[in-house]
């Protein structure tokens, strides 16, 4: 079982849906990574958070560490939102991180 | 805005070659690290370094070394590139987090998408 989980591997949905993209992790965190790839490689940090919820424009990341568990929203999705998302988890005192495997995003117009 | 640079974009080398990656962080960030992204796999750490002169292994460090004489610039180094290396690269940065761990953000380059023939 991967320590890092998301689900669901691959999502397509229509222009304007609402976007969920959900991360389980198993092992104590100091602190969950969200970020975004676009096709030609290029990784983004969009959140990092180790509690509560954090909003950025149309997204929003939050996080429940009892529950050992974040999500990703999008609110009015667009095609330029298009990308593959990323979970990650930093553990305590490590410099490195557990990746999850990512979650493909296509957004139709 | 932190600016992560990578030498190349594309990349084309023979086996048998030594192939080296450069990248170059603007921001003092004391952590660089160094992914390799495969289809189906996800990314994998090859190797990390937390401050000058200073390396750890990461996942996947066979076939590779690295050298940072440098804050700002971390190198990989490909000492005789094999077809298996063939991948997507990628380098990271990040400032040192509460207790040292790597609890902030990751800044990353476009990437170095090397082709071993």
């Known amino acids: 079982k991967n320590e890092v989980e998301q689900s669901p591997q691959n999502l397509t949905a229509q222009e304007g849906e609402f976007i969920t993209i959900n991360c389980s992790y198993s092992v104590g965190i100091s602190a969950l990574h969200w970020l975004q790839q676009h096709p030609g490689g290029g990784i983004v940090s969009l959140f990092m958070l180790s509690s509560g919820k954090k909003k950025h424009g149309r997204l929003i990341a939050t996080i429940n560490i009892q529950e050992k568990h974040s999500s990703l929203h999008i609110t009015a999705s667009h095609p330029r939102d298009s990308a593959v998302y990323i979970c990650?988890?930093?553990?305590?005192?490590?410099?490195?991180?557990?990746w999850g495997a990512g979650t493909k995003l296509i957004i139709k117009p | 805005d932190v600016k992560v640079t990578q030498s190349s974009r594309y990349l084309v080398k023979r086996t048998g070659e030594k192939v080296f990656l450069e990248c170059v962080q603007d921001?003092?960030?004391?952590?660089m690290f160094w992914y390799r992204q495969d289809p189906g796999l996800g990314l994998r750490l090859i190797y990390f370094s937390y401050d000058v002169k200073m390396k750890e292994k990461g996942d996947i460090p066979e076939g590779y070394s690295v050298s940072r004489e440098k804050k700002e610039r971390f190198s990989l180094i490909l000492e005789s590139a094999s077809t298996n290396q063939t991948s997507m690269y990628l380098c990271?940065?990040?400032?040192?987090?509460?207790?040292?761990?790597?609890?902030?953000?990751?800044?990353f380059g476009n990437g170095t998408r090397l082709t071993v023939t």
């Open positions: 921001m003092d960030h004391e952590n």
């Open positions: 990650a988890v930093s553990l305590d005192s490590n410099y490195q991180l557990i």
């Open positions: 990271a940065s990040s400032v040192t987090g509460t207790w040292g761990s790597n609890n902030s953000p990751l800044h």
